[in-house]
T-cell receptor
Framework: AQSVTQLGSHVSVSEGALVLLRCNYS??????LFWYVQYPNQGLQLLLK??????LVKGINGFEAEFKKSETSFHLTKPSAHMSDAAEYFC????????????FGAGTRLFVKA | DTGVSQDPRHKITKRGQNVTFRCDPI?????LYWYRQTLGQGPEFLTY????????KSRLLSDRFSAERPKGSFSTLEIQRTEQGDSAMYLC?????????????FGPGTRLLVL
C-alpha cells in the first residue's frame, strides 16, 4: 500500500531563508509524486510533479524537489522564502502502474517571518 | 479555461438533514474525483469517475454518501442524514490523460458544517 509521511506539521523560516519541507513515501514500485500548495479557504494548486523523467523537478514560484529513491524521499525546497509562500503544503503519491487514486500526506504549514 | 468550480462554497446544516454538493470539472477532462479534508489533515480520497462510470470508492464513503456523474460532465455528492463528523471541506478535482500526463486540478472546495 502506498503512503506519504510529511515530517513536521509546522515549519517556520525567516523571509529570505531556505525553505525545506520533508516528504517520505512508501510504494512498492516507483510512483508518481506531487507537491501541492493550499492557501486558506482555497483548493489545492499543483507546485510540481515527479514522473521519472528527471530526479530534480522544478516547479512554479521557485520551488523544486528532488526524488531520491534510495531514501524514498521527495523533499521540497526553495532557496529564498517570500512572505507570499506562507501556506499549507501537501506531498502526494500515486501509483505508476495503473489506478488514479492519489494519497496525500497530512500537510506542513509554512510560516514566513519578516 | 475556467477551472474546476464547486457549489456551494459553504454549507451549514443541522444534523440529520441531507445535503448535496455540485462540481463542474474542466470541460475536456474525463476524470472527476471527490476528496474530503478535515482540519489539519490532507485530502482523503472518496471516489472517482471516468466519464459517467464510478470506478472506485473508498471505504470512507459510507452508505449515507452517494456520488453521481450522470452525463459525464458535472458531478453531485449527496450526504444523507448528516452527522457532526461529516463536517469537513469537500474537494473536487478533475483530470485527463494517462500515466505521467495525468494531473489533477482542484476546485475551491465546499466547506460543510453540521450543527
Amino acid at each position: 500500500a502506498q503512503s506519504v509521511t510529511q515530517l513536521g506539521s509546522h515549519v517556520s523560516v525567516s523571509e529570505g531563508a531556505l525553505v525545506l519541507l520533508r516528504c517520505n513515501y512508501s510504494s512498492s514500485v516507483p510512483p508518481y509524486l506531487f507537491w501541492y500548495v493550499q492557501y486558506p479557504n482555497q483548493g489545492l494548486q499543483l507546485l510540481l510533479k515527479y514522473t521519472s523523467a528527471a530526479t530534480l523537478v522544478k516547479g512554479i514560484n521557485g520551488f523544486e524537489a528532488e526524488f531520491k529513491k534510495s531514501e524514498t524521499s521527495f523533499h521540497l525546497t526553495k532557496p529564498s522564502a517570500h512572505m507570499s509562500d506562507a501556506a499549507e503544503y501537501f506531498c502526494a503519491v500515486r501509483g505508476a502502474q495503473g489506478g488514479f487514486k492519489t494519497i496525500f500526506g497530512a500537510g506542513t504549514r509554512l510560516f514566513v517571518k519578516a | 479555461d475556467t477551472g474546476v468550480s464547486q457549489d456551494p462554497r459553504h454549507k451549514i446544516t443541522k444534523r440529520g438533514q441531507n445535503v448535496t454538493f455540485r462540481c463542474d470539472p474542466i470541460s475536456e477532462h474525463n476524470r472527476l474525483y471527490w476528496y474530503r479534508q478535515t482540519l489539519g489533515q490532507g485530502p482523503e480520497f472518496l471516489t472517482y469517475f471516468q466519464n459517467e462510470a464510478q470506478l472506485e470508492k473508498s471505504r470512507l464513503l459510507s452508505d449515507r454518501f452517494s456520488a453521481e456523474r450522470p452525463k459525464g460532465s458535472f458531478s453531485t455528492l449527496e450526504i444523507q442524514r448528516t452527522e457532526q463528523g461529516d463536517s469537513a471541506m469537500y474537494l473536487c478535482a478533475s483530470s485527463q490523460g494517462w500515466g505521467s500526463q495525468e494531473t489533477q486540478y482542484f476546485g475551491p472546495g465546499t466547506r460543510l458544517l453540521v450543527l
